[in-house]
């Protein structure tokens, strides 16, 4: 597997690993070697949690849904055995005509123009919730599921299209996506909180000698290489920097997972206000992802496959 965005996803996919990778190589020498090799190996280990999270999120299917092509083949048969099929326009004319569907009437369209057929109804947790029909897979949506134009492929509980990984963020790499993120801000809050002190030592062991805190900086940064404060002193600005829209998505996802409500959902529904109806509860919903494990893939994995399992589906 690979990131499957655009081209436009490929320059935010080397940016996102230079965003996270330059700063580490700044702070790891300098500010944490500043006080000894047990913190660079503290500091080591979740800079490679986070990493490790990152690529596990972007090099993992999120949950692609298998197009109509390759669901027959798993089927051995049509992909929509017992669904209505699209319907075609067959007016000689060309003009527009109203088309019907059983008892309902459908808008008009253009002869030739594929028409897809009216959404299912079905109740999940007493609520009633609409399957629709993919024109572009040719294959119904199962609950939570959503068609990504990036990677033109519907998939399994969308959240949302994210080129930072350049893939889609859903059933099968949320967990390692949410803990890139969760990761990222811990790690910040990490390098931000060393930085601080490394920078707070210097000046206090430069005033003990009267040196004022100008002076000291004049002299790191004329300095080559230069010295440990200035070092610290930009790395606490990158991460001043970086907090605001590190966090704010942090925060976002904590209370998303909450109420196990997506992005996606969060833009085109009422969930916040009304309450999700696949919610369980605010603890079981953070069990459920905890413990949830990992889901299988929804296409073939050898010859032989007997069909999807849906019930794997949410």
Request: proline share 7%; hydrophobic share 45%; net charge neutral.
């Amino acid at each position: 597997w690979r990131p499957a965005g655009s081209s436009e996803d490929t320059k935010y996919f080397l940016g996102a690993q230079a965003m996270l990778l330059l700063p580490m190589a700044v702070f790891l020498p300098t500010v944490a070697l500043f006080f000894g090799w047990a913190a660079v190996i503290a500091s080591v280990v979740p800079c490679l949690f986070v990493m490790s999270a990152f690529y596990a999120a972007a090099f993992m299917d999120p949950g692609h849904l298998p197009k109509r092509s390759e669901a027959a083949a798993l089927l051995g048969g049509s992909a929509v055995q017992g669904t209505a099929h699209v319907r075609k326009c067959t007016n000689v004319d060309g003009a527009p005509v109203l088309l019907s569907y059983g008892s309902l009437e459908l808008e008009e369209a253009e002869c030739g123009m594929l028409i897809p057929p009216p959404p299912r109804e079905v109740y999940l947790g007493g609520v009633e919730y609409q399957l629709k029909y993919c024109m572009t897979c040719h294959i119904w949506r199962p609950p939570r599921s959503s068609h990504c134009r990036v990677c033109d492929r519907c998939v399994v509980l969308f959240d949302h299209h994210c080129p930072w990984i350049g893939t889609c963020v859903g059933r099968r790499n949320l967990q390692p996506f949410l803990a890139f993120v969760w990761g990222t801000a811990l790690l910040l809050l990490l390098a931000f909180s060393v930085s601080v002190m490394q920078v707070a030592y210097i000046f206090i062991s430069n005033g003990e000698q009267g040196v004022a805190p100008a002076d000291a900086l004049i002299a790191s940064a004329t300095s080559w290489p230069p010295e440990n404060l200035l070092f610290g002193m930009a790395v606490c600005f990158y991460c001043m920097l970086m907090a605001v829209p590190v966090g704010l998505l942090a925060f976002g996802f904590l209370s998303a997972v909450s109420m196990n409500v997506t992005t996606n959902e969060d833009l085109k529904t009422n969930y916040r206000e009304e309450g999700s109806p696949f919610s369980q509860g605010c603890a079981k919903n953070w069990l459920t992802l905890v413990f949830a494990g990992k889901y299988p893939r929804m296409g073939p994995k050898k010859k032989g496959s007997n069909g999807v399992n849906w019930k794997q589906l949410p």
